[in-house]
């Protein structure tokens, strides 16, 4: 189902509090929530009806596949709208989600096959995040091959987001494996709100792009075309103010990148209860990897990424939908053939495919239950000599999943979803993963949700492949099986005259981790990892005046693990990380935002050595924090509009490491971005 609605972001807070002791932070945390809630009730009779404020609600369409107001839906959610984008001056998709209460951003972090940006949910994570689900409009860009995403890879342009969904916890019950700390959906626009001509050119150091989008119609049609070019040098080829200048620790990675986009969307209304949507999309250009002079092989290689959707819609009596998708996407990049780290020759090159068909059927139960329910067939296959120990043919990958979810109104003030996916693979069989929740509205504007849920995330080709020789030798008696995670959670969405607030107290226990070939394989045991993350994290958004706006986030997240087989999990995450966004309009033509972020002090895992790697073989990112700043004037000609917009990233042009000691993003850059709607 599509629903075109206004939106605001779900998304809320309190203010920033900076405990002593780890534990004083759980204190906190409950104090909050008892705060809240007493807050709640004492406001019960100055706030409007119940029915109003389910009106001004959000809509959600991602945590169950049913569209909820965001007090209803069974886990947390953050939404992410068109201004934020705009107003946050990201140059990079995976930016946005520095914005996101528990979320880490590292730049640009990958040193093989992808050189590009992690994205984590409460850490436990490497460079390439692989326990979240991304999809775009339904469709899933989990990479096969090492898992997580290929930001940079994904053909979308910025401005053709209407908002992004980020589920703050386990959703395998909706989107199954892999959605396993949490899930983004990011939502394009439909065809028909972007109708006529748009340019967006920016130009600054070390980046250029050019958009250009046309939309039209033609009767029942409606059409966009989108095109793009981006240039784009990264980091810095030397880093300032190293550790060491000894070995590579003095060099950034080479991460240059050309990027070629084209997207068309059509959305066709073939009757007035039938509607088919296409969508076709390229990506792909010159990139580079490795480092220069370091043992971290440079390369240069042309990505070529595509992808093409098909999509039938029917509505159905009593708000039902049946919706019937088809999916292919290939990921690819070639590069000449390179000598690999034990001095042989290798192809480097990597062509992953997907088909998948899914079907989904939503349903009216009665007046107080709906459901959806469906599944769906795929199809992998990865080709990636280099990376799959020399072998030339294609790994294949097959996956076939039910799944269903039921929203029950109890009461009119209590709500209970329940989902669970069914899925087997041809890698490690069959799961099932189940999700209850309940919602209880204890007034008018203010709701508690109590959640527990499993998830699973299945081994990727890599790992499968690393596991394999051991396997072969009758080293290793036990497969590889999917890694699990058990999450309870309690939250609260309040939303008072001036501000909204939405608060997450967590404990999510890990097991099976996937460690890296090491001492686990003389256990007989590639899943000896176990983890438990708890903590709190809160988001306000606050309504200053018209003109102003603050939205506020705050993490607080432990990790207690042995750290088997030298997987450092304990500090894998910020104990603490907070981001802020300011955004005035001063007058009709002129607005301005200021965004900031801290980040503490953090270790993950696979980087177990580091600069002073004989004294301290575990070191530490020490805590940062950043400025952004953005100012536009906009303005009209005739009967077209326009912004001009003069972003700059890293105020103070502080220079700090993500996630590595050989990674330090950009100093202060600068660009002009003008936006012209024809």
């Given at each position: 189902?599509?629903?075109?609605?206004?939106?605001?972001?779900?998304?809320?807070?309190?203010?920033?509090?900076?405990?002593?002791?780890?534990?004083?932070?759980?204190?906190?945390?409950?104090?909050?929530?008892?705060?809240?809630?007493?807050?709640?009730?004492?406001?019960?009779?100055?706030?409007?009806?119940?029915?109003?404020?389910?009106?001004?609600?959000?809509?959600?369409?991602?945590?169950?596949?049913?569209s909820?107001?965001?007090?209803?839906?069974?886990?947390?959610?953050?939404?992410?709208?068109?201004?934020?984008?705009?107003?946050?001056?990201?140059?990079?998709?995976?930016?946005?989600?520095?914005?996101?209460?528990?979320?880490?951003?590292?730049?640009?972090?990958?040193?093989?096959?992808?050189?590009?940006?992690?994205?984590?949910?409460?850490?436990?994570?490497?460079?390439?995040?692989?326990?979240?689900?991304?999809?775009?409009?339904?469709?899933?860009?989990?990479?096969?091959?090492?898992?997580?995403?290929?930001?940079?890879?994904?053909?979308?342009?910025?401005?053709?987001?209407?908002?992004?969904?980020i589920?703050?916890?386990?959703?395998?019950?909706?989107?199954?494996?892999?959605?396993?700390?949490?899930?983004?959906?990011?939502?394009?626009?439909?065809?028909?709100?972007?109708?006529?001509?748009?340019?967006?050119?920016?130009?600054?150091?070390?980046?250029?792009e050019?958009?250009?989008?046309?939309?039209?119609?033609?009767?029942?049609?409606?059409?966009?075309?989108?095109?793009?070019?981006?240039?784009?040098?990264?980091?810095?080829?030397?880093?300032?103010?190293p550790?060491?200048?000894?070995?590579?620790?003095?060099e950034?990675?080479?991460?240059?990148?050309?990027?070629?986009?084209?997207?068309?969307?059509?959305?066709?209304?073939?009757?007035?209860?039938?509607?088919?949507?296409?969508?076709?999309?390229?990506?792909?250009?010159?990139?580079?990897?490795?480092?220069?002079?370091?043992?971290?092989?440079?390369?240069?290689?042309?990505?070529?990424?595509?992808?093409?959707?098909?999509?039938?819609?029917?509505?159905?009596?009593?708000?039902?939908?049946?919706?019937v998708?088809?999916?292919?996407a290939?990921?690819?990049?070639?590069?000449?053939?390179?000598?690999?780290?034990?001095?042989?020759?290798?192809?480097a090159?990597?062509?992953?495919?997907?088909?998948?068909?899914e079907?989904?059927?939503?349903?009216?139960?009665?007046?107080?239950?709906?459901?959806?329910?469906?599944?769906?067939?795929?199809?992998?296959?990865?080709?990636?000599?280099?990376?799959?120990?020399?072998?030339?043919?294609?790994?294949?990958?097959?996956?076939?999943?039910?799944?269903?979810?039921?929203?029950?109104h109890a009461?009119?003030?209590?709500?209970?979803?329940?989902?669970?996916?069914?899925?087997?693979?041809?890698?490690?069989?069959?799961?099932?993963?189940?999700?209850?929740?309940?919602?209880?509205?204890?007034?008018p504007?203010?709701?508690?949700?109590?959640?527990?849920?499993?998830?699973?995330?299945?081994?990727?080709?890599?790992?499968?492949t690393?596991?394999?020789?051991?396997?072969?030798?009758?080293?290793?008696?036990?497969?590889?099986?999917?890694e699990?995670?058990?999450?309870?959670?309690?939250?609260?969405?309040?939303?008072?005259?001036?501000?909204?607030?939405?608060?997450?107290?967590?404990?999510?226990?890990?097991?099976?981790?996937?460690?890296?070939?090491?001492?686990?394989?003389?256990?007989?045991?590639?899943?000896?990892?176990?983890?438990?993350?708890?903590?709190?994290?809160?988001?306000?958004?606050?309504?200053?005046?018209?003109?102003?706006?603050?939205?506020y986030?705050?993490?607080?997240?432990?990790?207690?693990?042995?750290?088997?087989?030298?997987?450092?999990?304990?500090?894998?995450?910020?104990?603490?990380?907070?981001?802020?966004?300011l955004?005035?309009?001063?007058?009709?033509?002129?607005?301005?935002?200021?965004?900031?972020?801290?980040?503490?002090?953090?270790?993950?895992?696979?980087?177990?050595?580091?600069?002073?790697?004989?004294?301290?073989?575990?070191?530490?990112?020490?805590?940062?924090?950043?400025?952004?700043?953005?100012?536009?004037?906009?303005?009209?000609?005739?009967?077209?509009?326009?912004?001009?917009?003069?972003?700059?990233?890293?105020?103070s042009?502080?220079?700090?490491?993500?996630?590595?000691?050989?990674?330090?993003?950009?100093?202060?850059?600068?660009?002009?971005?003008?936006?012209?709607?024809?």
């Amino acid at each position: 189902m599509r629903i075109y609605v206004t939106t605001r972001s779900a998304i809320g807070g309190c203010q920033q509090h900076r405990p002593a002791r780890p534990l004083s932070g759980y204190r906190l945390a409950g104090c909050a929530l008892l705060f809240y809630a007493g807050m709640a009730q004492c406001a019960e009779n100055a706030t409007p009806s119940e029915t109003a404020y389910l009106d001004e609600m959000p809509v959600v369409l991602s945590v169950s596949r049913l569209s909820q107001p965001v007090d209803e839906a069974p886990a947390a959610v953050t939404v992410i709208d068109r201004q934020m984008i705009r107003d946050s001056g990201a140059w990079d998709l995976s930016e946005v989600f520095r914005l996101v209460p528990g979320m880490y951003v590292a730049y640009h972090s990958a040193a093989d096959y992808a050189v590009d940006s992690t994205v984590s949910y409460h850490g436990l994570a490497d460079a390439y995040a692989q326990r979240m689900q991304v999809l775009v409009d339904g469709r899933s860009v989990y990479s096969p091959l090492f898992g997580g995403i290929l930001w940079s890879d994904i053909p979308v342009a910025l401005d053709d987001i209407d908002r992004i969904e980020i589920i703050r916890g386990p959703n395998s019950a909706s989107y199954g494996a892999n959605s396993f700390m949490g899930a983004i959906n990011i939502i394009t626009r439909h065809s028909a709100e972007t109708q006529g001509k748009f340019v967006s050119l920016s130009t600054g150091r070390g980046r250029d792009e050019a958009i250009a989008r046309l939309g039209g119609q033609n009767g029942d049609l409606t059409y966009r075309l989108t095109a793009g070019m981006r240039n784009d040098t990264g980091e810095n080829p030397k880093i300032a103010n190293p550790l060491t200048t000894a070995g590579r620790w003095d060099e950034n990675l080479l991460d240059d990148k050309k990027i070629r986009l084209l997207n068309f969307r059509a959305d066709q209304r073939i009757s007035s209860i039938d509607e088919l949507e296409f969508q076709f999309g390229y990506n792909g250009g010159d990139r580079q990897e490795g480092s220069a002079g370091g043992n971290v092989i440079a390369v240069n290689k042309r990505a070529d990424n595509h992808f093409e959707l098909i999509k039938w819609r029917r509505a159905l009596r009593n708000d039902g939908e049946l919706s019937v998708q088809f999916y292919h996407a290939t990921e690819s990049s070639f590069a000449s053939t390179l000598d690999t780290s034990n001095g042989n020759t290798g192809n480097a090159d990597v062509i992953a495919d997907r088909y998948d068909l899914e079907v989904q059927h939503s349903v009216s139960l009665g007046e107080s239950t709906r459901a959806v329910w469906g599944g769906s067939v795929r199809y992998d296959k990865t080709y990636a000599p280099i990376w799959l120990d020399g072998d030339t043919q294609a790994k294949p990958f097959h996956l076939t999943r039910l799944f269903g979810n039921l929203e029950w109104h109890a009461r009119h003030d209590l709500v209970f979803n329940l989902g669970a996916m069914s899925e087997s693979n041809s890698v490690t069989g069959t799961d099932i993963t189940p999700r209850m929740a309940v919602n209880w509205h204890v007034a008018p504007e203010h709701t508690l949700r109590l959640g527990r849920s499993t998830a699973t995330r299945t081994p990727t080709v890599f790992e499968l492949t690393l596991a394999q020789p051991y396997l072969n030798a009758g080293i290793l008696h036990n497969p590889l099986r999917p890694e699990r995670i058990d999450s309870t959670e309690i939250g609260y969405l309040g939303s008072f005259p001036e501000f909204k607030v939405d608060f997450r107290l967590f404990r999510d226990r890990l097991s099976d981790l996937i460690a890296e070939t090491g001492s686990s394989v003389a256990n007989d045991n590639l899943n000896s990892g176990r983890a438990v993350v708890k903590g709190f994290e809160t988001q306000i958004k606050w309504d200053i005046g018209k003109q102003t706006r603050v939205i506020y986030s705050l993490s607080h997240v432990l990790v207690a693990s042995k750290n088997e087989d030298d997987m450092s999990y304990t500090n894998s995450v910020p104990t603490n990380s907070q981001s802020l966004m300011l955004t005035h309009r001063f007058t009709p033509n002129w607005s301005a935002s200021l965004i900031g972020y801290q980040n503490g002090e953090t270790h993950s895992p696979g980087t177990d050595w580091g600069p002073d790697k004989d004294h301290a073989p575990v070191y530490y990112i020490a805590t940062y924090r950043r400025w952004d700043g953005r100012i536009a004037y906009h303005f009209r000609t005739g009967a077209s509009s326009g912004e001009l917009a003069l972003v700059v990233q890293n105020l103070s042009d502080a220079h700090y490491f993500e996630y590595r000691h050989d990674n330090q993003p950009p100093g202060r850059t600068a660009w002009i971005n003008l936006k012209l709607d024809l």
